[in-house]
């Protein structure tokens, strides 16, 4: 089974929004150098590209490809899972064309973070394909939002704006019984809630960032867990634990067959 996992919304689903915030894309203001201009002055000897005026914009060449590695990593998350190795060579691609883009020095650890970023991303999905560990594919998850967040930081420093933390969230209203196990989203983005533990499985809902439950049952592997739907009173539905955060152990947790 674990041969068939995908992605999950995290990457997993956006990431112009992170854990830590969100991030204005810059835009050339009237007045300021276009693309054009800018491949120009690339050569000049006598003006330097990391000029604030020019160094905006050579920043929006570089998020262009995060921008596009988000779109693509969502889209890879409402796949099934024969279908995940395309997805995964595309993202791959848009790796490439991220590594091969030309930054000035002062742009060179944005572009670190990046690539970085992409990475981890791609090496997770790769793992999910191999067989990883449910523990080794929650690590890579985690990581990735890691190096998100840092490359969103150090956008906001390149453009001079500040990073808002995400506060408008709000929790999906559980409380579960003291000492429970539990799981919770701690991601960017909502994470499929399935009607049988299987990444084929017909989608229930989501389960909401910041959304707390308790934990009903797992899957025979330990690999789903099966909580109550809050928005959907007695009815059942499966989590991939890769794709959220457990408090607790499964050990005394029965084994729950579909």
Known sequence: MIKKMIVLCVLFSTLLLSACGAVVTPQPTAGSATLEPIAVVEASATIDPCAPQYERVLAQRVHNHMREFDDASTLAASLTADKLPSAIAELQRIRRDSQDEPVPSCLGKLKDLQVAHMNMVIDTL???LNGAKPEDLQTGISNSRQLHDAYTVELANVLGLTVVANSTAVPVAQTPAA???TVSNAGVGPVNMRATPDLNGAIVTAFAVNEVAAVLGKSADGTWVQVDVAAQPGTK??????????????DAVPVVTP
């Open 237 to 250: 539905a499966w989590i991939f634990l890769a794709t959220v955060t457990l408090s607790g152990s499964l």
């Open 179 to 181: 000492g429970a196990v």
């Open 126 to 128: 790769l793992g999910m």
